[in-house]
């Protein structure tokens, strides 16, 4: 007899995944003649989220980067290199051509302090949050409290 664990979060983790990847290729086709999507990975901090973006083999003065408050929109294209007369590509599996990626936040950043590093086929952006978006710890006062008898709050981890 054999026995399967069924891990159902992950199944659907998985099916969110291939969901993701068609929808971003049926957008990609609709919105633009962008031949291909960049990877990239997108991490939060209190401050700031840093955004990198995976364009090996593109020249950086090819990028085109615009930043709004609520989205990062990347562009560019990556040239195909040409092959010496007489040799034959066997197989080559990069992707050529425009790409263009949207990358939907969830906050507000300040676009206007944006700044951007590309360093070993990376593309590293850090997006400043708005000031009223970032966690600030507030000292909140209960009523009935005497001025006599004041009590210390813990500090609230943020």
Known sequence: MIVRYWHPFQEVETLRRQLDSVFNEVSNAMDSPAAWTPAIRLVENEDQYVLTV??????PDSIDIQATRESIVISG????????????V???DIHYGNFRRVVNLPEAIQNDAVSANFEHGFLTLTLPKVEEV????VKVSLKGQTAENPQELPEADA
């Open 54 to 59: 995976q364009l090996s083999g593109i020249i």
């Open 77 to 88: 294209e990556r040239q195909q290199p040409e092959v010496p007369e007489g040799d034959r």
């Open 90 to 92: 066997l197989h080559d």
């Open 134 to 137: 970032r966690n600030k710890v």
